[in-house]
Structure formats: C-alpha cells, structure tokens
C-alpha cells in the first residue's frame, strides 16, 4: 500500500491509496467513493483484489477524507466544489494516475460505489475504462427512493439544507448526523438532481443523456433488496442512461449469501469476501 498526490487539472492536490504492484498486476482497477464515504471505506476490499491479481487505486474526492484541506478541517464554507467537479476534475485525474501508473496494454476497470457510478458518463478521459462494475448505484430521484430513505429526505430537501447551507456555508453533516460534510455546491446540486424525475438529466438535457447513452463500456450492476437508499426503480432508472452500454443486473437478497443484511453499505465489509466480492472478479476476468 503506498499514499500518493493526484493533481488535477485545475491544480488541486487529491490524496490516493495505491494497493498492489502496478508492474505485475494483470489489470487496474478505480474505486470511485459513494457520497460523503472516505476512500479508506474500501481498503479491506481493495486488498482482497490484490490477492486476484489486480492493482487498485483508491482516492478521496476534494472536501473528503484526506483530500479535505487542513485550512477547512472545522469548516468547508467558502470550499468551491459541486459534482460536476468531483467527476470532471477529480475522478478523471486519479483515472489518469492509474493510468499513468501502469503499462499500456494493461485493462483498466472502474467500480463506482453509488455515486460512483452514477458520475461515469461525465468523466471525460472514460474510454480508457474497460468494464464498469456498480455497486448500490440508483438514480437517487427522492419518490423513487426505498421507504425508509423517503421518509427521511423530504425533511432533508425540503426543511434541512435550505435552512443549514445559507446559514453554514457548506453542509456541516457530521454535527447533522447525515452524510457527512460536503461542499455547498455539491449539496445543492445532488439536491436539485435528487427532487428531478430524470435526475442529473434533469439539469443536463438532452446532451447529457446522449452522452451517457453513448458509453458503450460493459456493465455490471450489484444491487441489494435490502438497501435503504435505493430501491430498484433507483436502479433501473440509473442504468437506463446508459443505454448503449451491455449490462448485467444482478439484484441480491441477504438470505441468498446466508445473511440478514447488506445495505448500501455491506457490500464492502470482509465478511462478504467469499459470498459477494467474487461477482466483481468474475466479471472483470470475462
């Protein structure tokens, strides 16, 4: 495991975790954060595709995880980031690094956690990416959440961050208890998405869903009956922009791999390390 610096075009510095040996390994994977998740979230799964004979690069986008600057650690008012940023800037430049960090005949795959995977179709250096592995990546539009998500988010919209942001400057979700902190114009944008019923297209327009129509890199979709964000109509509606892209959607139950729960979040836990984490595997040795 070695810690490196990701630049961005822009000239923002991106803290990134190397896992593995970029000269050996038979192909590089890229795990994109969900929402408000430090990259460290990933380090145990990470590890795992070493030992399957991949290099991994991990990285926090900017406002995150080690890649919040030290000059707004107690706050991100005045930090300049939305979305479009994390996937455009961010993402694209750790790509880049994992790109630069391997030889050229090596494959590159990317696995998006949530968000993840929805900001695929904005990166602009995404040719390089050979399969497209998602992981609880749904739409995030609010009437089609799962219920126990859509009881809580219209006090989120609709009362809490019209209330918090002008007042905070960026989104304190750490004192909220919600998410985590993020970056004010990255809140007012997933919720602008979030209240749309074609989400970022919504914003985007016809361009953008051509553009994401257009992506033809094979997918596969891990979704989870029992997750408290997303609902399947999440799900299908995220991946139908994808439309020119071969996909395969597997939705699994807990009590298929012998388990009470999963979630949004389980899939990263080391106990699913012989039950689920072989899905992604097989599907980037295919």
């Known amino acids: 495991m070695q810690s490196i610096t990701i630049t961005t075009a822009d000239g923002f510095a991106l803290a990134g975790t190397v896992y593995g040996d970029p000269a050996t390994a038979r192909a590089a994977l890229l795990i994109a954060p969900a929402m408000g998740v430090a990259q460290n979230y990933y380090a145990s799964f990470a590890r795992w595709l070493v030992g399957q004979g991949l290099v991994v ?83 995030g539009y609010w009437l089609e959440n799962a219920p126990p998500l859509k009881r809580m988010v219209w006090w989120l919209w609709f009362v809490i961050v019209p209330v918090v942001l002008p007042l905070a400057g960026y989104f304190p979700g750490r004192r909220l208890k919600k998410v985590g902190d993020l970056p004010a114009g990255v809140i007012a944008q997933w919720r602008r998405w979030c209240l749309d019923r074609d989400y970022m297209m919504g914003e985007g327009g016809p361009e953008l869903r051509e553009q994401y129509a257009r992506v033809p890199t094979p997918i596969l979709s891990l979704s989870f009956t029992d997750d408290e964000f997303m609902s399947a109509r999440n799900i299908e509606s995220l991946h139908g922009f994808y439309a020119g892209a071969p996909r395969t959607m597997r939705r699994i139950a807990p009590a298929e791999v012998g388990e009470r729960r999963i979630g949004h979040f389980g899939f990263f836990r080391p106990q699913f390390q012989a039950s689920l984490w072989p899905h992604v595997s097989g599907f980037l040795a295919t």
């Open 57 to 139: 690069l991990s990285f926090d986008y900017r406002g995150m995880g080690q890649s919040r600057p030290s000059e707004h650690a107690r706050s991100l008012r005045g930090f300049e980031a939305d979305i479009h940023t994390w996937a455009e800037q961010d993402a694209a430049a750790a790509l880049a690094a994992l790109d630069g960090l391997v030889p050229a005949a090596t494959p590159i795959h990317w696995l998006g956690h949530s968000l993840g995977g929805q900001i695929f179709g904005l990166v602009p250096n995404r040719a390089r990416v050979d399969r497209l592995v998602t992981v609880g990546c749904g739409s």
